[in-house]
């Protein structure tokens, strides 16, 4: 305060803050992410609260009526539920699996067999993580075919005479779906897990292996705690992208078969451009949207929790 | 305490070390053979995929899709290339995904100059905002942005997704870059505006050059990314003439004459790309972020 006042006393005009003059360096970002996201969400919003066909036809205010629609609709609620398989399939399996691959290479394979081993055996996890995953879909599409799949008829090479129609039927699609995402998965976890060991210090494991700690206790005592930044970064990121999946269901099998795969954004997908329901497609969209914001809310509030009982036990 | 428990515990590690060497031994190779047979299984749907790109149809529902061809077939590959005429959808992608490498790199710098040297008031508002954007299903803000594309003449242009995906990269390239900026030297500023540079000056020949490792890795992410980006292209560019990869492979599929060599020919070309991409900056990738987190 006293400072301030005695610059106005020395310079009558007050001069603006620092930070003023690089306003306009701003300005291309704010506008264009106002033009691309902040204004077609709010309009998303709003369409949702309207019956329309889409394109020129009018639009016709129905207030929460898609919304009442919804708690109504089986097709809705499968789709959450399917959501439920998604997290299963993108999340919770791959990241315990790469867990385990991940100490495995770096503290077992990485010190008996060198690191040359440990990176190759890490490229080979992480190769689907390369490729757009709508072209491993439509591999495994392929691979799984009832009739041409590779995978059937390698059983029918065995002599299995009726092989199941791994996409095609209501109860095998979705394990097959959930089969395919964890191939695509478990990459990510391996790379930024073992990253994350190099981190820890190689001083705690030799102390542990000196107290007589067998690997499975190394692995319960040092490994997990150290890389629990990491693991609520990989838990965030794939549950979000688990409640977002399209692409794979879209090459895989569309939702089908009755629904079987559905999933919400496939679902709101249909409403808008299949089914010329925009209003209800986005009253999908708009609840997807707020699924997902209070779930990245809850694990956020678990990391900083575990960050701050963390800090207390120290 | 030392020289105490020597004595004793010396005898019985000198009694169980080879035994237990010995049966580490074995463990070890187990864990080793398990690990190659995970990888195996990971590897094993590229390998089936290689194998039946090149495999006549007739051998194939001969000798099933784990035998080795007996001859290089490549009609597939052909039959795949000219029906999506495939030269054209390489060139869409490398466009698209180009562009909106080096536009979207461009503007999460001018964002970062503001927010993590500029200081601007209500900085982390901003940076929250793009992240929360970052996490939005692209369903949420697909349909008025389809619309808003009709209106303005921007519907099946390349033009529409490009922008998209500009302001949607570079939410994420804000938030990193203003957190590399954040920590950039004030004495370089300072030493800099001394000499009477002003700020877009200080921006491109002192920052620039400075950030200009990790200035690249953005552009390597956001050039994958773009690539393998599949719900708004296929919402936008509806016609052959304007798709990219992936929704060529896609809206082939159920083809009837796409047959086993098309399928697999096709998914190999699709994803060669992005593999080649990414072997060739593998190295600048890891330097690139080091050399960030350094400074």
């Known amino acids: 305060m006293t400072s301030s006042s005695s610059t106005t006393v020395v310079r009558p005009r007050r001069r603006p803050a620092r930070w003023v003059g690089y306003l306009p360096y701003l300005i291309p970002g704010v506008v264009a992410f106002v033009l691309v996201i902040g204004y077609p969400l709010v309009t998303n919003v709003y369409i949702s609260f309207y019956s329309w066909r889409g394109g020129d036809t009018p639009l016709r205010w129905v207030g929460l009526g898609n919304y009442q629609a919804l708690l109504h609709d089986t097709a809705f609620w499968t789709s959450f539920r399917n959501s439920v398989a998604m997290i299963v399939a993108m999340v919770i399996v791959p990241t315990a699996i790469g867990l385990v691959l991940a100490a495995v290479l770096f503290d077992y394979i990485g010190r008996k067999f060198g690191g040359r081993a440990a990176a190759v055996l890490r490229a080979s996890y992480y190769l689907p993580q390369i490729l757009p995953v709508a072209v491993a879909g439509v591999l495994w599409n392929w691979i799984l075919n009832a009739e041409t799949g590779a995978l059937n008829v390698i059983l029918k090479g065995f002599g299995v005479t009726d092989p199941p129609n791994w996409l095609g039927s209501t109860s095998l699609a979705l394990p097959s779906v959930m089969l395919v995402l964890i191939w695509v998965q478990i990459g990510y976890p391996v790379v930024i897990f073992m990253s994350a060991l190099q981190r820890v210090d190689p001083e705690l494991y030799e102390a542990a292996e000196l107290d007589g700690a067998g690997w499975a206790r190394r692995f319960r005592a040092i490994t997990i705690p150290q890389i629990r930044p990491e693991t609520f970064v990989v838990v965030l990121t794939c549950t979000v992208a688990a409640l977002k999946v399209f692409a794979p269901i879209y090459v895989l099998t569309r939702g089908g078969p009755e629904s079987s795969t559905l999933v919400p954004s496939y679902y709101s997908y249909l409403n808008f451009f299949d089914k010329s329901k925009v209003g209800y497609g986005a009253a999908v969209a708009t609840v997807l949207t707020l699924v997902i914001v209070v779930v990245a809310g809850i694990i956020l509030g678990l990391q900083s929790r575990a960050e701050r009982r963390e800090r207390e036990n120290r | ?295």
């Open chain 2, 1 to 295: 305490m030392a020289t105490l428990t020597a004595p004793v515990s010396a005898p019985s590690v000198q009694q169980s070390r080879p035994d237990r060497r010995h049966r580490r031994g074995a463990v070890r190779w187990v864990v080793l053979a398990l690990a190659i047979l995970v990888a195996l299984a990971m590897l094993s749907p590229f390998v089936i995929m290689l194998l039946n790109a090149v495999k006549p149809p007739a051998e194939y529902s001969q000798n099933g899709p784990l035998s080795i061809p007996t001859h290089i077939y490549l009609d597939g590959l052909k039959n795949f290339w000219t029906r999506t005429d495939f030269t054209l959808k390489l060139w869409n992608s490398v466009f698209i995904s180009g562009v909106v490498a080096v536009a979207g790199t461009g503007l999460s710098l001018l964002n970062a100059y503001a927010i993590g040297i500029g200081r601007v008031k209500g900085r982390l508002w901003i940076v929250s905002l793009f992240l929360l954007a970052n996490m939005l299903p692209q369903e949420a803000i697909i349909y008025p942005l389809f619309d808003m594309a009709q209106k303005v003449g921007l519907s099946d242009s390349q033009w529409s997704v490009i922008i998209i995906f500009t302001v949607i990269q570079s939410a994420f390239g804000t938030y990193l870059l203003a957190s590399v900026l954040g920590t950039f030297p004030p004495a370089l500023l300072e030493a800099a505006a001394l000499d009477g540079a002003g700020r877009w000056r200080i921006l491109w020949r002192v920052v620039f050059p400075i950030v200009r490792p990790t200035l690249a890795v953005l552009m390597i992410f956001f050039f994958i990314w773009t690539w393998n980006e599949f719900f708004i292209p296929l919402v936008f560019l509806t016609s052959t003439d304007t798709q990219t990869v992936p929704i060529a492979l896609a809206s082939l599929q159920g083809d009837r004459l796409m047959d086993v060599p098309t399928t697999n020919a096709g998914a190999l070309v699709s994803l060669l790309p992005a593999l080649v991409f990414f072997l060739i900056f593998q190295r600048t990738l890891t330097r690139g972020v080091t050399a960030g987190s350094v400074k």
